[in-house]
């Protein structure tokens, strides 16, 4: 599980620099990043298996709502494994989320959006991945919002993850769409990445098997963190 | 035609925006009743061995303005320089920290202890430092530098030797304001950007 970690193949993430989201035109570094192999302080990290969740924390329909309610919206469930990339799933590992509620508010005092905030959404969930990498969270759909970028701008429904690996080098936050959303290609956010495979990659597919009749509509959203490199013939040239 | 490798490729990151809060750090931004509580806020309890440190910090844009929305998390290891979950690691040091920006200032304050030097292979040792992941809106990918100490001798560090424009290495060391208080401030563009990482 420790050891060195795989290299981050380039053309994946979005580059920093992209001045169509204009916020990046200030808050991205113009000298080239330092690339390194990875050492102790990269490929250890924190852990949370050990935690003890609430029984509601992956549950965002009910996490927030006042007793015998539940949040307004299309109620879905958003599932996947957690994997490396040698296609080893990643036990015991935290996802948190957050997201807007169906009407395109988030809970959060900087938001001034026009849309209504319901009272019995908060908007936030955590979970650790199983044995099998598994994790699910049951919710509402978000809805989509408009955003100072551009003059007329809005953003695809989305809800952003936070991933921890088993080592700080795997670190990830990211955002998951949803199959069909025009808005997708529209986005300065989600174009931010250039390769289309790699942007097709945080869409999560309608998943008509784990959809649950007469109750919520399941998405299907695999999530693939950095792996580490296996072993043959390390002799750790640098001293690392 | 050659085998194809059939391993899956990298999820890509996206920006945390600016109500990363919600997820990560809610009694921040105003949510009541939060419902569960909030991680990284004690990097090392008070039983934790080695001397206490407060770092405060800022992350500074390109128009010099401190970035009031972001989240910042730290990694070190425990005074005798192993990280949590490694063999002999000091209990009372969870090594992981995550505060937001005060919304007003933009500063950002860790309580913690000094780290100890990182064994490497070998005798050679990294001199203590933190790790940083910065994220935001405007932030693609979450930039990760190290946080160094100015009492320390750095020379020995192969990260550090690395780095071509040794001007450049000062970004990473911080400031000594008081005894075991330190000022680190992130810049993000322009003069005295800061190093950051590709590890």
């Known amino acids: 599980m420790t050891g060195r970690l795989i290299p981050r193949e380039a053309g994946i993430h979005p580059p920093l620099f992209t001045p169509t989201y204009k916020t990046s035109v200030l808050r991205s570094p113009e000298r080239a990043l330092i690339s390194f192999d990875s050492s102790p302080s990269e490929e250890t990290g924190p852990t949370f298996g050990h935690m003890k969740l609430g029984a509601l924390d992956n549950d965002l329909l009910l996490n927030y709502a006042r007793p015998g309610t539940s949040a307004i919206g299309e109620r879905i469930i958003v599932h996947g494994r957690l994997l490396d990339e040698n296609n080893r799933p990643i036990p015991n590992a935290l996802i948190e989320i957050w997201q807007a509620n169906a009407g395109g508010r988030y809970r959060h005092k900087k938001d001034g959006y026009l849309a209504a905030l319901d009272p019995d959404f908060g908007g936030c969930g955590r979970t650790i991945t199983g044995e099998d990498g598994s994790y699910a969270f049951r919710t509402v759909k978000p809805g989509a919002y408009p955003w100072p970028n551009g003059p007329n701008e809005w953003r695809p429904a989305h809800i952003h993850f936070s991933i921890f690996g088993h080592s700080f080098g795997q670190r990830l936050i990211s955002q998951m769409y949803f199959e069909g959303d025009p808005l997708i290609a529209r986005c300065p956010i989600a174009q931010t990445i250039p390769d289309k495979a790699a942007l097709d990659r945080l869409v999560a597919a309608l998943d008509m098997g784990e959809t649950k009749p007469m109750d919520a509509i399941a998405y299907r959203f695999d999530i693939v963190l950095r792996g580490h490199r296996q072993t043959h013939f390390e002799n750790r040239p640098e001293g690392l | ?199």
């Open chain 2, 1 to 199: 035609m050659v085998q194809k490798f059939d391993k899956p490729i990298l999820t890509p990151s996206q920006t945390a925006g600016p109500y990363v809060h919600i997820g990560l750090a809610p009694e921040a931004c105003g949510i009541e009743d939060v419902p569960f509580e909030t991680l990284g806020r004690e990097i090392a309890g008070p039983e934790a061995k080695g001397d206490r440190i407060k770092i405060t910090c800022r992350v500074v844009d390109g128009g010099d303005l401190p970035l009031r929305d972001c989240l910042v998390e730290t990694w070190q290891a425990d005074a005798a320089g192993i990280y949590p979950g490694q063999e002999g690691a000091d209990p009372a040091v969870s090594g992981f920290g995550r505060m937001p920006a005060d919304f007003t200032t933009g500063e950002i304050i860790f309580e913690t202890i000094k780290p100890g030097a990182i064994a490497l292979s070998g005798d050679r040792k990294t001199p203590p430092h933190i790790s940083f992941w910065i994220f935001a809106r405007g932030i693609n990918h979450g930039l990760h530098t190290r946080m160094y100490f100015p009492e320390d001798d750095l020379s020995g560090d192969p990260l550090l030797a690395r780095i071509e424009h040794r001007d450049r290495i000062a970004t990473m060391v911080a400031e000594a304001t008081g005894p075991g208080e330190y000022r680190f401030d992130i810049r993000l563009q322009g003069a005295g950007e800061t190093v950051f990482f590709d590890i």
